[in-house]
């Protein structure tokens, strides 16, 4: 078994050579979210299972952590269907197998510099930084909301969320890889569409063409994937198999809606309610459950519209007692949850249509617009 060390540092350089230390000595290692406040960030080492935390303040062991399998190189949280954070494991062979398959189909006349500008305890982000430290890619690193002028430093690759892509001007760029939820259109040609997940070690379909070496497939309307950049495990459960279209068992059920026509592969969506707003995902019923312990909400539902900048809108529906509520939800939003999580709209109604057994009618809460 192996230590699993948690890096708590900024994006920037110091986090690179970290991380090249890691996969010199192929010591497993996950990134922390340092936008999180500290009773958030404890709850996530908690499921990370971390036994090492690294930072500026050095190394400190923690008691509460778990070792890992010497092939295990990254564990990552992600959101995944059900809502519920799970920690899942990617092996080094993943990730190498990750950072080729992208490079091969990004590769041009010279080698990508990439400007990173994603947060590193997601995939998108940190795949960024893999592609340099695990391949011939390079990295130029500097303020991550200077995304103009990088190219103008020697920049030629960025990725993006749809947040970004719509506050700034890319065109310098070569290519610009756009993840995080459904993408506007029309698009800059510059811009090549992503799709994949955690589990898939980073965008695996590239405007709606599978890397090479990866396969994706549509089963009853949900879309499944075979490929070397898979995950191995979650920390506390087995990686879900399935049966594919060949009838072997060994598919990864995505939990996104979609089909493959002629190889071109089409996602429409999430086969739950999940809410991707600028880049990060927010399952509704996580927030609900925050506000609904606040004091003078009677009632709540959160939902989402969909919005040229952020992707989808974060909408809190609440039954108030008539006292201003405004400030306590997007703070206990913020603090429970994350910032993306604060509603950017808050709507004051008379009731939720709810069931019979007290769940949510979701389809009507657009009504109450």
């Not at 994949?196 to 379909?205: A, F, H, L, P, R």
């Not at 890397?211 to 089963?219: P, T």
């Not at 089909?259 to 600028?278: A, E, K, Q, Y």
């Amino acid at each position: 078994m192996a230590t699993l060390n948690a890096l708590d540092f900024t994006l920037g350089p110091e986090l690179e050579i970290v991380i090249r230390r890691c996969v010199e000595n192929e010591a497993a290692f996950c990134v922390l979210d340092q936008r999180l406040s500290r009773r958030r960030r404890l709850e996530e080492l908690e499921l990370l299972g971390a036994t090492v935390l690294l930072g500026d303040d050095g190394r400190t062991g923690l008691a509460t952590g778990r070792e890992v399998d010497p092939e295990v190189g990254l564990v990552m949280l992600t959101s995944g269907s059900s809502g519920t954070p799970k920690a899942a494991e990617l092996t080094w062979d993943a990730l190498r197998a990750s950072a080729s398959m992208t490079e091969a189909r990004l590769r041009g006349d010279t080698t990508p510099v990439w400007y990173p500008c994603l947060p590193a305890n997601h995939i998108g982000g940190l795949a960024v930084l893999l592609r340099a430290v695990l391949s011939d890619a390079s990295l130029l690193w500097g303020d991550p909301d200077d995304l103009e002028h990088a190219p103008q430093r020697g920049a030629t690759h960025v990725a993006v969320v749809r947040t970004q892509l719509a506050r700034h001007d890319l065109s310098g760029f070569a290519t610009v890889l756009l993840g995080g939820g459904r993408p506007p259109s029309p698009r800059a040609e510059n811009v090549v569409t992503t799709w994949g997940m955690t589990e898939t070690g980073s965008g695996i379909v590239y405007d709606g063409v599978a890397l090479d070496g990866a396969e994706v497939a549509s089963v009853d309307d949900e879309l499944l994937v075979r490929s070397p950049t898979l995950f191995r495990s979650y920390r506390r459960g087995p990686r879900p198999r399935v049966t594919g279209p060949d009838g072997l068992r060994d598919w990864f059920p995505t939990g996104d809606a979609g089909d493959v026509i002629d190889g071109r592969v089409h996602v429409r969506g999430r086969v739950g309610l999940i809410i991707n707003t600028g880049g990060e995902k927010l399952w509704p019923e996580d927030l609900e459950a925050v506000l609904a312990t606040l004091k003078g909400i009677r009632d709540v539902a959160v939902t989402s519209v969909e919005d040229d900048e952020w992707g989808e809108r974060v909408v809190a529906l609440v039954v108030g007692d008539g006292s201003p509520l405004d400030d306590a939800i997007i703070a206990a939003a913020g603090d429970r949850i994350g910032p993306w999580a604060k509603p950017k709209e808050i709507r004051y109604v008379a009731a939720i249509p709810r069931t019979a057994n007290g769940k949510v009618r979701r389809n009507d809460l657009p009504n109450l617009f």
